[in-house]
């Protein structure tokens, strides 16, 4: 069992960043892919970014490449999402979640077997 906690959602101008962290409960953390969605109202949650439990292999969805970067730190249990260059169309909850996905998989949310609570990330114009 692993219990997900997003923090350091907020509000942010445009061109502006935000590092978001998410805290991992568990002693097999370390073992599962964590990805990074979000979902805007009325629209489907959507693919941010994931990183693997093994390489630290990183995937990123094209709207956010170059401007987001994902990391991981298993000592402390705890997975990052660091946000740069934040356009308005970036405002949505953010979720992280655990799992196994396979390669192809990483941007599937039903892939995923544990998920956070959410945090919200608002840009302005």
């Known amino acids: 069992q692993v219990q997900l906690v997003e923090s350091g959602g907020g509000l942010v101008q445009a061109g502006g960043s935000l590092r978001l962290s998410c805290a991992g409960s568990g002693r097999t953390f370390s073992r599962y892919a964590m990805g990074w969605f979000r979902q805007a109202p009325g629209q489907e949650r959507e693919f941010v970014a994931a990183?693997?439990?093994?390489?630290?292999?990183?995937y990123y969805a094209d709207s956010v490449k170059g401007r987001f970067t994902i990391s991981r730190d298993n000592a402390k249990n705890t997975v990052y999402l660091q946000m740069n260059s934040l356009k308005p169309e970036d405002t949505a909850v953010y979720y992280c979640?655990?799992?196994?996905?396979?390669?192809?998989?990483?941007?599937?949310?039903?892939?995923?077997?544990?998920w956070g609570q959410g945090t919200q990330v608002t840009v302005s114009s």
């Open positions: 979640a655990a799992g196994n996905p396979m390669y192809s998989d990483y941007g599937r949310p039903n892939k995923y077997i544990y």
């Open positions: 990183i693997s439990w093994s390489t630290g292999s990183t």
